[in-house]
């Protein structure tokens, strides 16, 4: 036991030492470290930044004071995709919905998915996510945000390709609800 406690205590206090063999050592740990960091920091920058984006249509879409058009709605697509870094692939739901009292269950008035990137929501299909929206008064509208971004890390060091999802239920501010131009409201 004397034996162990003096060559630890020699090793403690020993001064000599080559920089470069501590280098070859410490240096590519240090790379990985700040690799990861790198990585980590820039998926959530990507989904702050999405989130961001998805709330800026929302409530852009919700200050509507008319009806939206199948135009303004491929407009909407650009500025997401505008906001959104150039490399990432991203698709958008919007869905006018309301609370039907008579059928107890939320309604769909029109779904459009700008370029067909994502499938129209039905009545049958809100069904799905009915738990993800909030209650509603009876007769109260809703619009539905959809968006999906994909990310790829610029190294891989823990983090794989993924897809950012946001829903988003906002209320219209000034209408009781967004129709579109093509569609009976």
Do not use: H
Request: aromatic share 12%; with cysteine.
């Amino acid at each position: 036991m004397r034996w162990l406690i003096q060559t630890l205590r020699r090793f403690r206090s020993e001064d000599r030492g080559s920089v470069v063999a501590e280098a070859v050592i410490a240096l590519p740990l240090m790379i990985w470290a700040y690799m990861g960091l790198y990585v980590y920091w820039d998926a959530f920058r990507a989904v702050n930044l999405a989130q961001k984006a998805s709330y800026t249509i929302a409530d852009y879409i919700s200050r509507e004071r008319g009806t939206l058009s199948n135009t303004e709605i491929a407009g909407l697509a650009k500025v997401f995709q505008y906001m959104m870094d150039t490399d990432q692939t991203t698709k958008m739901r919007i869905t006018s919905i309301y609370w039907n009292p008579q059928t107890n269950r939320f309604e769909v008035y029109w779904s459009r998915s700008p370029g067909a990137t994502m499938t129209p929501l039905t009545t049958t299909t809100l069904q799905a996510v009915r738990d993800r929206i909030p209650l509603m008064s009876d007769g109260d509208s809703a619009i539905l945000l959809e968006t999906e971004t994909s990310y790829s890390p610029g190294f891989q060091v823990g983090i794989e390709d993924q897809v950012f999802k946001n829903f988003i239920v906002t209320r219209p501010r000034f209408l009781t609800r967004i129709c579109l131009t093509d569609v009976a409201c």
